[in-house]
Each structure stands twice: as structure tokens, then as C-alpha cells.
């Protein structure tokens, strides 16, 4: 049995194990999640609330933006609190203080002697934590000091998303726009799905014993969200399983490492390239067919969405600043912050996603030398259902926040509340079928190479195709929920999208194309490429499914799914930490033979992509992703650290790297603006190296203390969001930002002028654009 042969079965076999667990641990999560009570009730029989109550509240918060304005169970934006952990505080500060008006005769319970304080938080905690739901009523009983607390609670809600003077302070703190939710009725609801999220995340799960006959039962400890947020007046903490598999996930890490560093001294000695490199461009004689040359509509509109998702990204952080204003102008009376967010993290992965889709229609029939029938028919037809997609779900969406749509519209056509899932279900069932339509186009064009005789490309080919597949069929992730799906299980198939759909097929894409090209320009020997992409493929996948698990800690998740997610998310930043060997790799097949000179940015691009992957994806990804760590980073300004680095730095600089080799193809003969490359490349990288170092880093660190110190709630609050030395560190993102908005329009301005008023490049230029 070949080597390739093995590798392809060990691939498969890998992918069905990890899936069958993936699918198993969504059982568990299911069984496991928190109940939704059909009614709320004090112990004398009044309704607090009623399943519809919570039902509509949720409908609320979607339409309004949902995790786009603040965040629930730590999922969502950051300047706004968590709503979770900040209607846990209050509720738990609101009993403490009725308490000590009525027992001590103080004002508040932080007036009372530390021996009265401990007494009474030791009876809070017994009164919050204590599980009362009845699974043969679906009722939930509390107790009446507790009913009037709620009251208390839900009262500074109501007030907070309409238009009350008394909270409009705490308003623009927040950046909420006046009159968030202008119906009365449905503010009321909102309180009731808060009020759940929060009961939720303070009540203990039921007792779960263990009786060998000889031991008293062991009982769980944990509530719903395994004790997530932290809440020292409830005694929400990590729980004994944080601490173990936080400690078994570093001893992953370091085995994992180890054995990959045994492989790669095993194989470092072999050789990837020919005996003898083309004397020529292979690539450049390339015949561009039509369907090719209709792709490069899809580039400007990767760089139009580029530039416009940096403007969203401008004004989102600005309101954390002003809160309701952008230097004295009224914006979120026509773009409120939870709309500015919601399209500034759609269009990062919308951009990036045309330009992978782009690469893959150009470089399809360049492999295969076929062009099918009606193939630039089918792109130009994609390309406007694109257009509509995003110009009618960005519209849906501002109806929605603007609450002009309606509930019963919302979930179809407006804004679904949920991060990186934002668009109605009706533009997510459009966008599905224009991926079949591009795996379609793909496909056909790769057909006569997948079905032809074999060669020792196809196996790359192949996985290039079965990525194109994946890549069209995971997206319906997104469809496995429906509008009252439980919170718990909308988070495990969301994270399905996020993680398994943009992290993972998209990177065996891109793993296979950039072999293929390499390949193609004769400067690595197929077989060996085949042999490198599938082990990669391969390493990667291996924590990469089940590592999708480590999103889903405090969603409803018994201890053995984060077991798993603890474990195999530390084996996703294995193969990152020899990803200076894959920049070095890069480097050298760039500098291979002089004609590669001509591939010298796009080849820079890539190297950044290795750097990110070690410092975004692999440092800044381990420091979250363990349960201890981000059961107290989870929602701060360490998270974006995470995202901004690894989304763009990744997967924006792969996609920019992408679209330049296939300019190569489509405008290679003209003279290439060579300074505008490399004002945008190092533009770019040192932008986002000031965003995360000035801004991102040191908030983040200055909440994680907070938060350990003093609970999540407090970390999140406005009270600390809004110190003087937090509005500093949030200026300083003006030279990142700057730096790096100019690197984007130095990028536009290379790829405009290669189509308005081009000049064909002379011999000259060519040897200084060689020489550059």
C-alpha cells in the first residue's frame, strides 16, 4: 500500500471518529442544557414569568442585535456588560441589600459588620444556587425576597432600553441608542430572557450520584454553566474540572509538540524540489478563459468590502469612546453601535470568503485546462446572487435594529442576534444555494482531472475538491436551528459555522491550492506535495473537529465534553508551533529561481500568514483556550486579541495573498505597482501589531485582573469600562488603525490601476520589479 494511499485512509478514518464524537458530545450537550421553565412562580403562586415571556424576550434581543450588543454567557460584543453576569450581580447585590435593610438597619449590605456580611452571602448563596425547577410542572419556585429583586432587576432594564433620563448615562456608556426597544411590552419581555440566562448560569444542576456501595454519593457542585461567570457573592468559581484539564491541556500541548518535532526530525532531510527548476514562468504562458477572467469582479469586491468593513471597524471602537456620537454627530440614530458591529464582523468573513471563492472559480479551470459550458455564465449569475445577499440581508438587518421589521419578520429576513450568524434565515438559504452553485462551477471545471488518468497532482486535486464540498455543505450548519431552538443547542451548531466552516475546510482549501500552485510552477515535485498536504490535512483535523468544543465550556456542558475540548483545542496549536519551518519553507521556494521574483508579494503574504498563525492563532489562541483561562477571559478584550489577530492575520492575509497570485494570471503583463504592495503589506502587518499590543493586550489584561479579583460582572461594568485609562488604551488604536487603513487603500490603489489605465510593464520594469 503507497504512502499516499495510507494517508488517505488514515485521513478518513481520523474524520469519521472525530465527527462521531463531535455528534455524540452535541447529545450530551442537549441532555444537559438548562431547562426552560413553562412558568416562574413565588412560593405563594404568583406568575413571575411564563415561557412565552422568555420566548418573546429572546425574540427581543435578536431583533435588537442580540450578541452584537453586549453578550450572553460571555458570546457577543464588549462594551455593553453581559447581560448574564450583570443581571446575576444585580439580582444577588439586590437580595443582599433588602436583607440588610430588613436585618441590619443599614442601607446596603456593604454597610453591614464582614461577620453580618458573611452570614447573609452564605444564605444568598444557598437561596440562588438551589435548584427549584419541577420537571413534572416545568415550573420554577422562588422565594419571595428573591420575586422582589427580580422586580427591582427588571425595572432598571426597562428603564436602560427605552428612553428614560434616569438611565441615559448608562446609556451611552453602553453604547445603546435611546428607545433600543420602544415597546414597552417587549422590554418587559427581554427581562424575562435575561432573567433565565442569568438563573441559569447561578443554579445548580441537579445531583448527580455515583454509588459504588460503599462511598456516600458524590454530588455536582456546578450550575448549569459549570459556574461561569465568576460571582463571589453566589460562590460561582471554577470548578475542580476547570483546574485538571486546564492542566492536561498544557501536557497535550507539550507531548503533541514533542512528537511532532520527532517527525519532523525524521523527515527534515528530504528533498521537495525538482532536480531541475523551469527555466520560466510555467504559469505565465497560462491560457486565461473567459469564465477566469470573469472572476476578477469578485477582487474588487473583496477590496470594496475590505475597505468598508475597516470604516464599521472605526466607528464600532469609536463608540466606546462617545458611546452615542462620532465627534459630536447623533450616528446611532441611523447606525447604533450593535448595527455597526454586526456588519463589521459579517463583511470579515463575507470579504475573506469572496476572495477564497473568487481563487477557487479562477483556479479551477487553469488546473484542468477546461472550460465547461456556460462556465462564465454561472460565475457572473454567482456573483450577483452575492451582491443581493449581502445588499439585502445588510438591509434586513438595519430594519431589525432599527425595529422597523417586526418579530414575525425578523428571524426570516432581519437580524438572527447570533455573532458571525447574523443574517436572516431567508439570506442564509440563499447563500447555501450560491455555494452548491459555486461547488458546482468548481467541480465541473475539475472534473476532467478528477475522472482522467492518474497522476501524482490528483491526489491534491482531490482534496482540493473534497474541501470545495465541504466548504458548500458545512455552511448548513447554520440552517440546523430554528427561531426557538434551545440556547444551547443554536450555540453548538453556530459553532459548527464559526469554527469547523471558516477555521477548517477553508484552511484544507487553501492548504490545497497553495500546494497546487507551488506545484504547477514546478519548484515542488508533486508526490511530495500530495504527502505534505495530507499530513498536514491530516494534523491539523486532529484537533481541529473536536476542538470546535472549547466555544461551548458554559453553554449547558457536562464535564467530559470539556474533557474533550480541553484536550483537543490543545492539540490545534500543535502544528502552529512549527509554523516557522512552513514560513521558512515559503521563503525559500520564493527565492527558488529568479522568475519567482515575480511572485515575491504574494509569497510575503503567505510568510505573514505563518507568522500570524504562530502569534494570533497559535500564542494568542492557547492563552484563551483552556477551560480556567477563559472561564475568566471569556467576553473580554482578550478575545478580540484572539479574533482580530488570527481572523485577518490568518485567513484576511491568505485571501490577500490568494488574489494576488491570481492577478498574476489575469494582469500579470501589466506593470505592477510594486512600492503600493509593499506600502500595503507592511502597512497591514504593522497596524495590527499596534491594534493588539497598544489596545487589545493591555484592556484585556487590566479586565482579566478585575474579573479575578472582583468578579466578570464587575470586569464588564461601566463603572470600570469607563475609567480614564480605559478610554487611553481604546485612543491608542488610532495609529494601529491608521497604519493599517492606509495599507488597505494602498492595496485597493495596486489593484485599481491594474484595470483603469494600465500600462503594460517593459522589460525595465520587470528586471526593477524583480530586483525589488
Known amino acids: ?123 444568598l448563596k444557598a437561596l440562588m444556587r438551589g435548584n427549584t425547577y419541577d420537571a413534572a410542572t416545568g415550573t420554577i419556585t422562588i422565594a419571595r425576597d428573591r420575586a422582589a429583586a427580580i422586580s427591582n432587576v427588571a425595572a432598571h432594564y426597562e428603564s436602560l432600553f427605552g428612553n428614560d433620563p434616569a438611565t441615559a448615562e448608562l446609556r451611552e456608556a453602553y453604547a445603546m441608542k435611546d428607545n433600543t426597544v420602544p415597546d414597552p411590552a417587549h422590554r418587559r419581555a427581554l427581562t424575562a430572557f435575561f432573567w433565565w440566562t442569568a438563573w441559569a448560569a447561578g443554579t445548580e444542576r441537579p445531583a448527580a450520584s455515583a454509588d459504588d456501595g460503599n462511598a456516600a454519593p458524590v454530588e455536582q457542585v456546578v450550575t448549569y454553566t459549570n459556574n461561569w461567570p465568576s460571582e463571589p457573592l453566589i460562590g460561582n468559581a471554577p470548578a475542580a474540572p476547570m483546574w485538571v484539564w486546564s492542566a492536561f491541556s498544557v501536557l497535550f500541548l507539550l507531548a503533541g509538540i514533542a512528537l511532532l518535532g520527532w517527525h519532523h526530525a525524521v523527515t527534515h532531510d528530504r528533498n521537495d524540489a525538482p532536480s531541475r527548476l523551469p527555466a520560466t514562468d510555467p504559469l505565465a504562458g497560462i491560457r486565461v478563459t473567459a469564465s477566469m477572467r470573469a472572476t476578477a469582479k469578485y477582487f474588487w469586491v473583496v477590496l470594496a468590502l475590505f475597505l468598508v468593513q475597516i470604516l464599521l471597524g472605526a466607528i464600532t471602537a469609536h463608540y466606546q469612546v462617545e458611546g452615542q456620537q462620532a465627534y459630536g454627530f447623533a450616528l446611532s440614530e441611523v447606525l447604533p453601535y450593535s448595527l455597526s458591529r454586526t456588519w463589521h464582523t459579517q463583511l470579515a468573513v463575507l470579504w475573506i470568503a469572496v476572495a477564497w471563492l473568487g481563487t477557487g472559480l479562477y483556479i479551477a479551470p487553469a488546473l484542468s485546462g477546461h472550460e465547461p459550458r456556460f462556465q462564465r455564465l454561472g460565475v457572473n449569475f454567482l456573483f450577483v446572487c452575492l451582491l443581493v445577499i449581502v445588499i439585502g440581508s445588510f438591509a434586513g438587518q438595519w430594519m431589525a435594529v432599527m425595529q422597523k421589521l417586526g418579530l414575525e419578520h425578523n428571524f426570516w429576513f432581519g437580524h438572527q442576534g447570533w455573532e458571525y450568524a447574523d443574517m436572516g434565515r431567508f439570506w442564509q438559504w440563499f447563500l447555501f444555494v450560491g455555494l452548491l452553485l459555486w461547488l458546482t462551477l468548481v467541480g465541473r471545471a475539475l472534473w476532467p482531472v478528477l475522472r482522467g488518468p492518474a497522476t501524482e497532482s490528483k491526489s491534491i486535486v482531490a482534496l482540493l475538491f473534497m474541501s470545495t464540498v465541504a466548504i458548500g455543505l458545512f455552511f448548513g450548519a447554520a440552517l440546523m436551528w430554528g427561531e426557538h431552538t434551545h440556547l444551547s443547542e443554536v450555540e453548538y451548531w453556530r459553532w459548527w459555522l464559526v469554527h469547523l466552516w471558516v477555521e477548517g475546510f477553508f484552511e484544507v482549501f487553501a492548504t490545497a491550492v497553495m500546494a497546487l500552485i507551488f506545484t504547477r510552477l514546478g519548484l515542488v515535485k508533486a508526490s511530495m506535495a500530495t504527502t505534505a498536504v495530507l499530513f498536514a490535512t491530516i494534523v491539523f483535523m486532529a484537533g481541529g473537529v473536536l476542538g470546535t468544543l472549547h ?20 492539540l490545534e496549536v500543535v502544528p502552529l508551533a512549527y509554523i516557522g519551518f512552513e514560513a521558512y519553507h515559503t521563503w525559500k521556494l520564493g527565492r527558488a529561481t529568479p522568475w519567482m521574483a515575480r511572485y515575491r508579494w504574494p509569497i510575503l503574504f503567505f510568510i505573514a500568514v505563518s507568522f500570524w498563525n504562530l502569534v494570533g492563532a497559535g500564542l494568542f489562541g492557547f492563552l484563551i483556550n483552556p477551560p480556567l483561562s477563559l472561564y475568566y477571559m471569556q467576553g473580554l478584550n482578550l478575545t478580540p486579541l484572539h479574533g482580530h489577530t488570527a481572523l485577518f492575520g490568518v485567513y484576511g492575509m491568505l485571501g490577500i ?116
Not at 466555544?551 to 474533550?564: D, E
Not at 491608542?732 to 483603469?756: E, H, K, N, Q, Y
Open 551 to 570: 466555544h461551548l465550556y458554559f453553554v449547558g456542558t457536562p464535564t467530559a465534553v470539556v474533557a474533550l475540548g480541553a484536550s483537543f483545542s490543545a
Open 657 to 772: 495573498a490568494l488574489v494576488l497570485f491570481c492577478l498574476r494570471g489575469l494582469r500579470g503583463q501589466m506593470a505592477w505597482n510594486t512600492g503600493a504592495l509593499k506600502l500595503a503589506f507592511w502597512s497591514l502587518n504593522i497596524g495590527l501589531a499596534l491594534m493588539a499590543l497598544l489596545t487589545l493586550l493591555p484592556l484585556g489584561t487590566m479586565q482579566l485582573i478585575a474579573a479575578i479579583e472582583h468578579g466578570y460582572a464587575h470586569a464588564r461594568s461601566a463603572e470600570f469600562m469607563q475609567q480614564p485609562l480605559v478610554d487611553l488604551l481604546v485612543w491608542m488604536r488610532v495609529p494601529g488603525d491608521t497604519i493599517f487603513s492606509i495599507g488597505a487603500v494602498a492595496l485597493a490603489w495596486f489593484v485599481l490601476r491594474l484595470w483603469v489605465a494600465p500600462r503594460r510593464g517593459t522589460l525595465p520594469e520587470r528586471a526593477a520589479e524583480m530586483a525589488d
Open 1 to 123: 500500500m503507497s504512502s499516499t494511499r495510507k494517508l488517505w485512509m488514515g485521513l478518513a478514518l481520523l474524520l469519521v471518529a472525530s465527527f462521531s464524537v463531535l455528534l455524540w458530545a452535541g447529545g450530551e450537550i442537549f441532555r444537559n442544557a438548562p431547562p426552560m421553565p413553562e412558568r416562574v412562580v413565588t412560593a405563594q403562586g404568583d406568575v413571575i414569568f411564563t415561557r412565552a415571556d422568555i420566548e418573546r424576550g429572546r425574540q427581543v434581543w435578536q431583533s435588537i442585535g442580540g450578541m452584537q450588543l453586549g453578550s450572553i454567557w460571555g458570546h457577543g460584543g464588549y462594551v455593553a456588560p453581559d447581560w448574564s453576569a450583570d443581571w446575576l450581580h444585580r439580582e444577588a447585590t439586590g437580595i443582599l441589600d433588602l436583607w440588610a435593610r430588613a436585618e441590619g438597619g443599614v442601607a446596603a449590605w456593604s454597610q453591614l459588620e464582614p461577620e453580618e456580611q458573611a452570614r447573609l452571602q452564605g444564605r
